[in-house]
């Protein structure tokens, strides 16, 4: 029930914080690709959770199919090369990296003070 509820919350703001990522990439409002980008995302999670003994981050497959998305984005519709598009890509990954070191800093700090 709280899940249901939870994304019930979720189609209420038109797609959150995600949603926002999304359509930030590139200025395409069309929820096709949105819908597409979960699916596939979806079908990833289920393959590494169920057939796949294989850990995985959840947050690096999600920032490869939104630079896939990028990339098809700026070849097909706006006509840009694949350097511009890897600009915003090296950025979601900068960003992802830091998230990773502070992670792994806290984790670090929070082992050698005993927590």
């Known amino acids: 029930v ?3 509820a939870m994304q019930g919350v979720i189609f ?3 797609g959150g914080r995600i949603q926002k990522i999304v359509t930030s990439k590139s200025n395409v409002s069309d929820v096709r ?3 597409i980008i979960n699916f596939v995302y979806g079908l990833i999670l289920l393959v590494f959770k169920e057939w796949s003994n294989m850990p995985m981050s959840t947050t690096w497959v999600f920032l490869g199919l ?3 998305r990028e990339i098809a984005i ?3 519709i706006e006509g840009r090369t694949v350097r511009q598009a890897a ?3 090296g950025l979601d990954a900068a960003k992802a990296g830091t998230g990773l070191v502070v992670s ?3 984790a670090g700090v929070g082992i050698w003070v005993g927590i």
Do not use: P
Request: charged share 0%.
């Open 74 to 76: 700026a070849l097909q």
């Open 12 to 14: 209420y703001q038109a």
């Open 2 to 4: 709280l899940l249901v």
């Open 33 to 35: 690709s949105a819908a």
């Open 87 to 89: 600009g915003l890509i």
């Open 66 to 68: 939104l630079a896939g």
């Open 104 to 106: 792994v800093l806290l």
